[in-house]
């Protein structure tokens, strides 16, 4: 795909939506660290729209994704009716465009620009733990609240690592992971007994965005939650898949530009604090929360290994894989779920 002319498909992307609208320039826009495709799209007029562009899982579920964010922009109600973008429409629908050249089969999504305020600091003290801790609560509650009307997710953890097992018994998946497929089988099959036993059909699942990555969201001076953008990871999932990236804004190190997937922040005090005052405004459960080292180990298997080479650059993808087999995957059998459960009173 680094051969790609992405301003060409951009330009055919719009043709389709309005070619009565001339584009003026196309600026790349997108996160150094990751293969993922964003623009800014500036016309002759002045104004200017973000384009998204993926390659990555398939068109269908591209689709599907965009249009269960839009409709979930569209039914969270106040505060939160603006934090999320809001795609583009056409005759009443998302519109998403879809460019087939060959080896090259890609796919677009235009959003209106999503205005920030400020950014968490790189460490928050106690007091930022607390607030973000409580606000984050809410907006899952808001988004709980609007689940039922939201259009089906066909994609589910459990397909996920299905199609990870599938992965490992194709010829690409045996000589991408080798030395590790023994292994790599016997995680997800921990994982798929642990969901059954622990969640399967008992806690709710509800629009979930699971990187929360400082980088991807702003706040008020009073750390309200004001804007979400990135939604590359958004799922229709446990609450909890969204605990991880929070315990890495919340760690005692605070946010890196290098940067490992290490258990240690969802065990840190300070993560606790954050728990429990997310606890107190939206109660969790005793099994959520003996889920979460599951979540943890979902995100290892489906976002480093199955599509870790699309999501970072190849050299952060090989390093990040080559932790979570030497480092990660035995990391989980030390994590202390009791010690949670404890400050939390369950």
């Avoid at 992405?6 to 043709?15: E, K, L, S, V």
């Avoid at 590790?180 to 642990?194: A, K, P, T």
């Avoid at 939650?225 to 999932?237: A, E, H, K």
């Avoid at 190190?253 to 969802?266: A, E, K, M, N, Q």
Wanted: charged content about 25%.
């Amino acid at each position: 795909m680094r051969l790609v002319d992405y301003p060409t498909i951009i330009r055919a992307a719009w043709a389709g939506f309005d070619a009565t609208v001339p584009i003026l320039s196309i600026t790349d826009i997108s996160a150094k660290v990751s293969t993922n495709h964003v623009f800014k799209v500036t016309f002759d007029d002045g104004n200017s729209i973000i384009a998204k562009l993926s390659y990555f899982g398939s068109y269908e579920q591209f689709v599907e994704d965009h249009r269960i964010i839009h409709a979930l922009s569209n039914n969270l109600l106040y505060p939160f009716e603006n934090v999320l973008a809001k795609s583009l429409l056409r005759d009443g629908q998302v519109y998403t465009y879809r460019h087939k050249d060959g080896f090259v089969d890609a796919w677009v999504v235009f959003y209106n620009p999503i205005r920030s305020v400020s950014k968490l600091p790189r460490r928050l003290n106690e007091q930022q733990i607390r607030r973000l801790g409580r606000e984050i609560a809410l907006f899952h509650k808001a988004c709980s609240r609007v689940s039922t009307v939201l259009p089906k997710s066909s994609k589910t953890m459990r397909s996920d690592i299905w199609d990870l097992l599938d992965f490992l018994d194709s010829d690409t998946g045996q000589f991408e992971h080798r030395m590790h497929i023994d292994e790599l089988r016997r995680q997800c099959d921990i994982f798929l007994q642990n969901r059954q036993r622990l969640v399967a059909g008992t806690v709710e699942t509800m629009p979930v965005f699971v990187d929360w990555n400082i980088g991807n969201f702003s706040v008020t001076d009073d750390l309200e939650l004001y804007s979400r953008w990135d939604y590359d990871w958004f799922r229709i999932s446990y609450r909890v898949l969204d605990f991880y990236f929070f315990s890495r804004v919340t760690s005692n190190v605070g946010d890196r530009t290098v940067f490992s997937y290490h258990i240690g922040p969802l065990m840190e005090d300070r993560f606790i604090m954050f728990l429990q005052e997310y606890h107190k405004a939206y109660p969790l459960t005793e099994n959520e929360i003996r889920f979460l080292p599951e979540a943890y180990r979902f995100f290892l298997l489906n976002y480093v290994i199955k599509y870790g080479r699309y999501f970072f650059h190849r050299t952060y993808a090989i390093k990040l894989q080559r932790e979570a087999y030497e480092l990660h995957f035995p990391s989980i059998d030390t994590f202390d779920v009791d010690k949670l459960l404890r400050a939390l009173n369950l």
